[in-house]
């Protein structure tokens, strides 16, 4: 292996601690530098994990650098991503891609004229659980695919998070906080999405932070807190999600993917390793997939390192941006859908992902 990629984490926020603990095991990554709007968090991390506090800008400039791991709010996704790619570094970052295509597109546009990467989260879908999923699909254990069905809910992030605001703003609500886990396992799995149509609300129960120093604040709901939507993959296949940020009590989640001669429960695609079962009309009951593909006990942050293994390779990597703004449209179509009453054409697609060998 030759020298690991330099990182510079800007926005070390809520999810940070997942990135910051699980690269000290990447070994193709190095931690340098952090940076955040609130400098005394980040002299804490940068202090934690004996790396470089870095102010202003001068992540984006320092040589140590060779990608810029985004994790601030969703509404500077493609400022931050910008910059970074301006001034010549790589980009991983967090869903969702941008809160608009229109904001999406020329990063994309700009990592393609640079010659630079960009890739974007969840990368969960690498993980055992979704991959085994597929290598069920593709070994034809449940015939031909279908359809599928895909649900996430709970009565909101406030529940938990203790700066939730940002969840209730556009570019995030259920759809696009929760949805990219979703439809990017949907894609990952039956392929891109043509076609949506979509169906929307948003109530008007009060809503406050529960928990933290911000404890009982009002938050403003600027987003549809309840969507539904019918996907058409290009395949042929139909899918059908439900995300919100509504409901009380659900056994779910999971997606469920149904083929000619069965099916497969397809484990939350927003965890790693969780356990797929699938029903044959062979074995005609519930067998538990064992371990059969994807990265082993693995967790965020496995998609920035596949890219830097497919740097070094001069590949493709698999959380791509392009695969993030497909996402990004599909949602965004949804919701458009939602409004007009009316069908939506997706135009962006995205290639068949390779699937990730056990490692
Ligand atoms: N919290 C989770 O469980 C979770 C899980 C998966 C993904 N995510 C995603 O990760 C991203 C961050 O979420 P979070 O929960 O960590 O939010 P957070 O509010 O806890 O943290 C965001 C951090 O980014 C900083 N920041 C914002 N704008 C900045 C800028 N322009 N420059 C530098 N720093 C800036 C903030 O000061 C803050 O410390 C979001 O896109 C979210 O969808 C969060």
Not at 224 to 239: C, D, F, N, W, Y
Request: with cysteine; net charge negative.
């Amino acid at each position: 292996m030759g020298k690991p990629l330099g990182v510079g984490i800007v926005g070390v926020g809520n999810i940070s601690t997942q990135y910051l603990t699980n690269i000290l095991y990447l070994s193709n990554l190095k931690l340098i530098g952090v940076s955040d709007l609130n400098e005394s968090r980040q002299d804490e991390v940068a202090s934690a994990y004996s790396v470089k506090s870095m102010s202003g800008d001068s992540i984006f400039t320092d040589p140590d650098i060779d990608v810029i791991l985004n994790l601030t709010l969703p509404q500077s996704h493609a400022e931050i991503n910008l910059k970074a790619l301006m001034n010549g570094k790589h980009v991983y970052l967090e869903k969702p891609f941008a809160p608009t295509v229109d904001e999406g597109t020329p990063v994309l546009e700009l990592a393609a004229k640079k010659g630079l990467r960009i890739g974007c989260a969840p990368d969960t879908f690498l993980g055992t659980g979704i991959q085994s999923s597929k290598f069920m699909i593709d070994s034809g254990a449940i015939g031909s695919p279908f359809a599928a069905t895909a649900s996430w809910s709970a009565p909101g992030h406030e529940i938990w998070h203790p700066a939730p605001q940002f969840y209730y703003q556009k570019g995030a609500g259920p759809l696009f906080d929760m949805g990219p886990y979703y439809l990017t396992a949907l894609v990952f799995l039956l392929g891109p999405v043509v076609k949506v149509i979509g169906n929307s609300m948003r109530s008007n129960r009060s809503r406050k932070v529960h928990t933290g120093d911000l404890a009982e604040t009002p938050l403003t709901i600027q987003v549809e807190t309840h969507i539904s939507a019918l996907l058409t993959h290009e395949s042929g296949a139909q899918s059908t999600i439900m995300v919100s940020f509504e409901v009380w009590g659900s056994c779910l989640p999971t997606i469920e993917v149904y083929g000619t001669s069965g099916t497969i429960i397809v484990p939350d695609p927003n965890a790693f390793s969780d356990i797929p079962k699938i029903y044959t009309t062979k074995d005609q009951e519930w067998r538990t997939v064992g371990e059969k593909a994807g990265f082993r006990s693995t967790g965020r942050g496995i998609g920035l390192s596949e890219m830097a293994t497919a740097i070094t390779e001069n590949r493709a990597h698999r959380a791509s941006g392009a695969l993030g703004a497909h996402v990004l449209e599909v949602m965004e179509s949804i919701l458009v859908s939602a409004k007009g009453d009316q069908r939506v054409d997706i135009k962006s697609r995205v290639d068949d992902i390779p699937p990730v060998p056990l490692t």
